[in-house]
Antibody
């Protein structure tokens, strides 16, 4: 059974840092791109980061580029999101998600999500 | 960046109704469009991928269609358990989601 479990959320002051973790099981983690997607309270969803299977390629939208860093430890089946210079607009539930992979290609839909971890940025 | 606009933002319907939700992209996304259902307090659940492919385990009352910039999610006969917020997502260029349509029972 595929499982993704995020941890590390909490209350943090503006300008401070926080590191999220997502531990996965039930699939070959080292073969998969992994994603972070967030959802502000009562709002829609926003893609936050992508990382390729060996961790050598990472991608971000402009809203977090230069402040957030995604990384992974394939030995520990874990993907991380280091969030620096946090702003009030970063307040959201952060989900990690697994894309579909047919053994050759990765596709841009997410059938597996974690339960999310809430990050609140406030003084 | 590709913007996704969903309409309506709120939809009230009765059990058994045929329900249609719309999603419009700011440019052609070549059918690279997915639909998710999100119930209160839960993670999103994939319903439809690549415009019209039904995810495993999803009831056949859900269907998707569209092309170019205009896409539709249809529920053929609304059930009480379908009360949720529905999001569309494009993956033609990076990934963007619509703001959602909240579906409630009338």
């Amino acid at each position: 059974e595929v499982q993704l479990v995020e941890t590390g959320g909490g209350l943090v002051q503006p300008g401070r840092s926080l590191k999220l973790s997502c531990v996965v099981s039930g699939f070959t983690f080292s073969s998969y791109w992994m994603y972070w997607i967030r959802q502000a309270p009562g709002k829609g969803l926003e893609w936050v980061s992508s990382i390729n299977p060996d961790g050598g390629n990472t991608y971000y939208p402009d809203s977090v580029k230069g402040r957030f860093t995604v990384s992974r430890d394939n030995a520990e089946n874990t993907v991380y999101l280091q969030m620096n210079s946090l702003r009030s607009e970063d307040t959201a539930t952060y989900y990690c998600a697994k894309p579909y992979y047919d053994g050759t290609y990765y596709y841009g839909w997410f059938a597996y999500w974690g339960q999310g971890t809430l990050v609140t940025v406030s003084s | 960046d590709i913007q996704m606009t969903q309409s309506p933002s709120l939809l009230s319907a009765s059990v058994g109704d045929r329900v249609t939700l719309s999603c419009k992209a700011s440019q052609n996304i070549y059918k690279y469009l997915n639909w998710y259902q999100q119930k209160l307090g839960e993670a999103p659940k994939l319903l439809i991928y690549y415009t019209n492919s039904l995810q495993t385990g999803i009831p056949s009352r859900f269907s998707g269609s569209g092309s170019g910039t205009d896409y539709t999610l249809t529920i053929s006969s609304l059930q009480p358990e379908d009360v949720a917020t529905y999001f569309c997502q494009q993956y033609n260029s990076w990934y963007t989601f619509g703001a959602g349509t909240k579906l409630e029972l009338k």
